[in-house]
């Protein structure tokens, strides 16, 4: 089994224990911002993260990165972590992993912070008419 190193807000240990990744776990309940990130030496890592009051778990495997699809609940996310811990790939299966791409996370993204700023969408100014304003000068 390849050697694992647990990583959160708070730092990094090597080959954890169960009871650490429960105890990193659990903390992501509590906190407003934080995350837990379970990583192999081959590049596969496992990763639960709490944003702005939203969990959310992703894994990459080699270049492939998954998302899970839907509100991630704590039982899931344990669920996982302990398979990845112990080399248990059946959780890997459930159909709610989706295959994510860089566009897809930064998508996510942009509105994530668009909901944080409850910004509203750009409105462009138009005349009486219809027509756009332009300016002519430059």
Known sequence: MAKLTLSTDEGEREDPDAAAVDAALARLPREEEAYALLASEVGEFLQATRSAGK???????GSTRYAWDGKAAAADVAAAFAGFLSGNVAWRSDPRWKRSTDEDAALEHRQSLLGLLRAAPLKVPVSADGSLWASTNG
């Open 55 to 61: 969990l959310s778990l992703e894994r990459q495997e």
